[in-house]
Each structure stands twice: as C-alpha cells, then as structure tokens.
C-alpha cells in the first residue's frame, strides 16, 4: 500500500507539473487575450450581477448558484494549501497565487459561459448544465462526456467527501476530543438532510452558509490586522520583494502541490477545470455572459481574498512559524492565529475548517448529481448515489483516506484534461457571446441572449434548448 501511494503521488506529481499546469496557464493567458482581459476589466460590473433577481420567483439565482460552485471551492485548501506554499516558496508565492487567479478568471469566463449556453431544463423546472453537456452537444462524443460524469461523480462525491469529513474528524478531535464515529454520524445525517432535499434545498444551505463563513474567516483576519497595523506595510514590502527570486515564484505555482498542493490548494476556485461549470448553468439569467462573469468573480473571492486572508496571518506571524520544520498545513495556520490571538484561536479555526469542508461537502455532492442527471439516470439511480455519498462521508470521518487523495488527484487532473481540450476547440463560442454582450450593453440594454445572433453558435442552434426563439433571426 505504501508503494502505491508513492506510485500516485509520482504520477500526480508528473501529471500536473508537465501537462495540466502548463494548459490551465497557457489557456487561461490566451482567454485573458481574446476578451480583453474582460475577467479583470468588469469585477465591479460583476459585483452588481450577483444580486440579480431572476424572472421566475422560483428559479435558482445567480447568487444561490454561485453559492454553490463557492460551497466547492473554498474550502481547507484556503487554509492548508496557502500554508503548503508558504512555508515551501516563502511569502513572495501568495503574490503569485494573485496573478494565476487574475488569468484563471478568463478560463472561469468561458467554461462557466458554455455551461450557459448549452444548459438543459430538468423535469422539475431546474436546469442543468456542465461540461458533460456541452462536450455532447458540440463534439458529438458521448462516450467522452460519460467518461467525464462518471469521473466527476467518483472524485467530487466520494473521494473528495471522504477527505473533507476526514479533515472535519480530525479537527474536532484535536481541539474537543470528540468521538469520530458520533461526529461522523452528526455529518451524515445532517449533509443527508440537505442533500435529498434537491437543487433548491442546496442553494438555499449554500446561500446561507458561504457568506456566514467567509465574513466569520475574513472578520477574524481584519482584526489580526488593525492590531499589527504597523506591521502591515512591512509585509506587503516582504511579499513583493519575495515574490520574484526563484524559490518564491516556484512556491506560487507549485507550492501547494507540495503538502496538498495545487491539485487541492492553488487550483482551489477550480478555473478551467471542469467542475464550477455544473453548479453555474443552474442560475437563472437573461444572458449566458452574466454567470461567466460573476464565477470569475468567484474565482478572485476564493484565491484572492480568502487565501489571502490566510497567508496575512501567517505572514504576520514571522518566521519562526511559517518555516519551522515541526509545523505542516494546518498546524501552521493554527499556529499563526494562536501567535496573534491567544490559543482560543484553535478552536475558532476548527470551526471555520468545519463550515469550510461542510460546505464543500454540499458542493461537491451537487457535481456528481448534476453528472447523474447527464447520463439521463433515473431517481433511484440518483437515490443510490445519494446514500453512496453519504457512506463515504461516514467512512471518511472514521478512517484514513489520505492514500485516497492520490488517487483523486489523478482522475482530477484526467477530467480537467478532457475539459481543456474542449475549451481549445470552442472556446471561441464564448468568446463571442463575451463581445455579444459587451455591444448590447453599450448600447444601454440589460443583455438578451438569442444564440442566432451569434455566427459561432449557429451550428449548435438545435443543440441549444434552454433559450427561447433560439432559430430566429438568422
């Protein structure tokens, strides 16, 4: 068993260093240059479009769904990861984690527009949407788009979970002593709750805990702040100083594949890789561009604002923490709080680490529903899954899955492969939907898709059914 886990840490290791990293960095510059580095130019325009109301009362809005690819996302990574990285490139790799997000945000764009465009309508009314769909709708490759659900749906359902509620144990026991087996059944039963309640259920949890959350993180960071005030330029000066010798900008790239890295931690808001794009095509709004834009925006709220809330206190905390070699991941993040604000600090990150990964239990769980709904399964397919995921979240809590992560990591970077290399190739459809928004808007309009007027979306009109009228006006 060790041999393997040392097998699959090698090939992950390999898999993300020569292959995946090179083609999320290559599109997401690419992207940045065909739109204009719209990503970046309209997070104020995007700011407002997360409060949007849908037409329908009922529907799911663009702030619910984008609770939930959040749920996902932000999670232990921002904790762990930031640490990972810290301690292996020094504080100049959070300044590097800035500029990936910065470029990963135009690959949010277009995988996130896609997942719009080519969304479908649920029997109960939902939609639903994702890679999957837009895989079978342009490529014709059904076999393709299965092999990425049933991925999706073993890494985000059971092996993910498995290690989130693992971490939630683990936690609990190191500050409370509490039982894993009673805390894993808490967990069970409570994510049981929520999840056999459906899409709506979920939006309504994820809606209501991601920003109780990220203002509960971010509040405790800004106080570690104003108390070191005077320390707060000066480590500003150390990040950028240290941002651009060689150990620096490798622990920014690469840092948080070391110790639970970048297959868990710097590619944490997910961009481009395959997964946000199922949680996105659920909202409710009048044009595709408008969720490609709020889940870049999502993009920064994850690797910009919540992991930097992390390397801050770290940061602030010297040396002594963030490169002693007794301190790994977590340890050092607990430390570093435990530096600024008294010991009391464990307790409050155990339960920040318990809405982080509960969250991003919910979150993952919706992926692999939404991958069931694509392989047009029925309920009591979808009811199986449901109790499958809910094993693992039990099993996880009592056991050690860390040999799991490896394995994960692997059929991550596999799916996230497939996903590029269909953005490559239509990539270009959201790029011109981007620019189809941006000419009504100029025009003072509130942007009306109709995928006709749109020459590279013409021959997928009959592909593209959740719009109305989409085969007028050509």
């Known amino acids: 068993m060790e041999t393997f886990g040392k097998l699959t840490s090698l090939a992950g ?222 480590m500003f000066t150390i990040i950028f100083e240290d941002a651009f010798n060689l150990k620096a900008g490798f622990g920014g790239l690469f840092g948080t594949a070391i110790l639970n890295g970048v297959k868990r931690g710097l590619f944490s808001n997910e961009a481009g890789m395959g997964a946000v794009p199922n949680a996105s095509a659920v909202a409710d709004v009048s044009h595709p561009a408008k969720q490609g834009l709020i889940q870049a925006l999502g993009v920064y709220l994850d690797s910009i604002l919540i992991c930097s809330a992390t390397a801050f206190v770290i940061i602030l905390a010297g040396e002594e923490v963030y490169l ?4 790994q991941g977590l340890d050092i993040t607990q430390a570093a709080l435990a530096t600024e604000i008294g010991p009391w600090a464990q307790h409050f990150l155990t339960f920040c680490v318990l809405m982080f990964s509960f969250s991003s239990i919910i979150g993952n769980y919706y992926y692999g529903e939404n991958n069931i709904l694509s392989m047009n399964l029925g309920k009591k397919e979808l009811a199986i899954y449901r109790f499958m995921v809910l094993s693992f979240v039990f099993l996880g809590s009592i056991g050690d899955f860390s040999i799991v992560w490896n394995t994960g990591d692997i059929f991550m970077g596999i799916m996230a492969i497939i996903n590029l290399f269909i953005l490559m190739v239509i990539g270009r459809c959201a790029v011109a939907t981007y620019y189809d928004y941006q000419k009504q808007l100029k025009q003072g309009k509130d942007p009306v898709f109709n995928p006709s007027d749109i020459k590279e979306l013409r021959p997928y009109l009959d592909e593209i059914t959740a719009w109305d009228n989409p085969s007028e006006n050509i």
């Open 13 to 234: 290791d390999l898999l993300y260093t020569w292959i995946l990293i090179p083609l999320l960095l290559g599109l997401g510059i690419y992207f940045t240059f065909k739109i204009k580095a719209g990503q970046i130019t309209n997070i104020g325009h995007a700011k407002n479009l997360i409060t949007a109301k849908p037409k329908d009362e009922n529907a799911i809005s663009p702030f619910k769904a984008f609770t939930i690819s959040a749920a996902s996302h932000i999670g232990t990574g921002n904790v762990v990861g930031v640490a990972a990285a810290i301690s292996v490139g020094g504080p100049g790799s959070i300044f590097w984690m800035w500029i990936t997000a910065l470029i990963g945000g135009a690959s949010a764009f277009v995988e996130n527009t896609l997942g719009q465009i080519f969304k479908e309508e649920s029997e109960d009314g939902a939609f639903k949407g994702g890679p999957a769909f837009y895989i079978n709708k342009t490529m014709k490759r059904p076999h393709l788009a299965k092999l990425f659900s049933i991925i999706i749906c073993i890494v985000y359902g059971f092996m993910f979970n498995a290690m989130q509620s693992n971490t939630i144990a683990s936690g609990f026991a190191n500050s409370f002593s509490t039982s894993p087996w009673i805390l894993g059944l808490i967990v069970m039963v409570v994510v049981g709750f929520v999840i056999f309640g459906g899409i709506k259920r979920i939006s309504e949890i994820t809606s209501l805990v991601v920003p109780v959350m990220a203002i509960a993180y971010i509040g405790l960071v800004i106080f570690v702040l104003i108390t070191n005030i005077t320390k707060v330029p000066v």
């Open 324 to 327: 002693n070699p007794n301190l």
